[in-house]
């Protein structure tokens, strides 16, 4: 039976651990919102349990204070009672919570409270559940919701909460950037990665502003411009804003790998030792992977690409996407047969994922194996790239 107070106070319980780790490394809100890329009102929320947010937040946090663990076993205790209690079938907007979003476009200045705005939060968490379960694709009309509430309630709301609100319209703006970046339509995430930006440079969320740069810099890759790659790179790095220590230092390798794509020499060994000491013991080696593939020496990638997907923690769409990435490496190196292998890999993940961006990856490396179409593990690829180009549901995803 669902249980929603005993929900509410599991994630008010982790929340006071949060703001107890905080003061105990003499950290205020602004401070942890900096290093986690979040708002100051945001932490206030998460610390009041008002707003649940994704686990690397707490990776990251539990890092940052110290908390050898005990937050990120916190957040995963709290999301199996949350799932335990979740109603069968439930979905973003259970009635309750849809009769209150109606309530408060109706009347935002009478009716947009803190409880409002968390009903609108759990509807942005629920896009990201669907995206993790069934694609990009099927998420956008419920990220697309959170923002036709933010843009309804902003103008009457309350002064004092209408920041929120544009914090979570930029989240929300972010979310639907990166979904269309999977979807490999650029365009549309680069639309929607100027609304995070427009609603974060509204709300005064810094944070943000950095890390909607650092997205721009890595989407520039996916279009091989490393012009732009190195300029948002370098501007994610300057702004008026403290990036966290690993996105800090994943705009340290897109430099580099910028530099690499302009022509310009790069002492690539020193870069990355540079990135992994400002990351404070993140592990960067999927990042790196992609620099040496850049610096024409994709034996490194190769490498660098199974040890980094040997390990855990790798959701199913981005290890389909590094495989597709390391069968690129693969094929560079003339080892057509592990190539193929591995964009197979990174097919199928692409399938379950709706993920578009790898499959064209997966597409680049069928591309560079042509010398070798007569060999059969090639062959095999090129029929599964064709079934799946033909498949219905793939064909509306492209």
């Known amino acids: 039976?669902?249980?929603?107070?005993?929900?509410?106070?599991?994630?008010?319980?982790?929340?006071?651990?949060?703001?107890?780790?905080?003061?105990?490394?003499?950290?205020?809100?602004?401070?942890?919102?900096?290093?986690?890329?979040?708002?100051?009102?945001?932490?206030?929320?998460?610390?009041?349990?008002?707003?649940?947010?994704?686990?690397?937040?707490?990776?990251?946090?539990?890092?940052?204070?110290?908390?050898?663990?005990?937050?990120?076993?916190?957040?995963?205790?709290?999301?199996a009672h949350q799932r335990a209690h979740q109603r069968p079938g439930s979905a973003a907007w259970n009635p309750e919570g849809a009769d209150q979003i109606r309530r408060g476009v109706a009347a935002p200045a009478r009716n947009v409270g803190t409880e409002f705005l968390e009903v609108v939060r759990l509807q942005l968490e629920t896009a990201k559940m669907i995206d993790g379960r069934y694609g990009p694709a099927a998420a956008l009309s419920t990220a697309n919701g959170v923002i036709d509430v933010v843009e309804s309630v902003t103008p009457d709301m309350p002064d004092r909460l209408r920041d929120e609100a544009l914090a979570v319209g930029a989240e929300a703006a972010e979310f639907i950037g990166w979904l269309f970046r999977d979807l490999a339509n650029l365009a549309q995430a680069t639309y929607w990665y100027d609304r995070a930006m427009e609603y974060a440079q509204l709300c005064g969320d810094t944070s943000m502003q950095g890390f909607v740069l650092l997205r721009k810099s890595q989407m520039a890759y996916e279009s091989r411009s490393g012009h732009r790659v190195r300029l948002f790179a370098r501007a994610a790095i300057e702004g008026p804003w403290r990036l966290s220590p690993r996105f800090h230092a994943e705009a340290l390798l897109q430099i580099a790998r910028g530099d690499l794509m302009v022509g310009q020499t790069v002492d690539l060994d020193r870069a990355v030792g540079q990135a992994r000491?400002?990351?404070?013991?993140?592990?960067?080696?999927?990042?790196?992977?992609?620099?040496?593939?850049?610096?024409?020496?994709?034996?490194?990638?190769?490498?660098?690409?199974?040890?980094?997907?040997?390990?855990?923690?790798?959701?199913?769409?981005?290890?389909?996407?590094?495989?597709?990435?390391?069968?690129?490496?693969?094929?560079?190196?003339?080892?057509?047969?592990?190539?193929?292998?591995?964009?197979?890999?990174?097919?199928?993940?692409?399938?379950?994922?709706?993920?578009?961006?790898?499959?064209?990856?997966?597409?680049?490396?069928?591309?560079?194996?042509?010398?070798?179409?007569?060999?059969?593990?090639?062959?095999?690829?090129?029929?599964?790239?064709?079934?799946?180009e033909q498949s219905p549901s793939q064909r509306q995803l492209g």
Request: proline letters at 2%; one cysteine or more.
């Open 1 to 79: 039976m669902a249980d929603p107070q005993s929900v509410r106070a599991a994630w008010r319980d982790l929340g006071r651990q949060l703001a107890a780790r905080r003061r105990a490394a003499g950290l205020n809100q602004e401070n942890l919102g900096e290093r986690t890329l979040y708002s100051r009102s945001s932490i206030a929320n998460i610390e009041t349990g008002l707003q649940h947010v994704n686990r690397s937040f707490w990776e990251s946090a539990d890092g940052l204070l110290g908390a050898g663990g005990e937050l990120v076993r916190g957040y995963d205790a709290a999301k």
């Open 277 to 388: 000491e400002v990351a404070g013991g993140d592990d960067l080696t999927l990042r790196e992977a992609s620099c040496w593939i850049e610096a024409a020496q994709p034996e490194r990638a190769v490498q660098l690409y199974e040890d980094g997907l040997t390990g855990e923690g790798v959701s199913l769409r981005d290890a389909g996407y590094f495989r597709s990435r390391q069968a690129v490496a693969l094929a560079r190196v003339e080892e057509p047969d592990l190539a193929a292998d591995r964009a197979q890999q990174a097919l199928s993940a692409s399938v379950r994922t709706g993920s578009l961006r790898t499959r064209r990856t997966v597409e680049e490396t069928h591309s560079l194996l042509r010398h070798w179409e007569a060999r059969e593990a090639v062959a095999v690829l090129a029929d599964a790239l064709s079934r799946v």
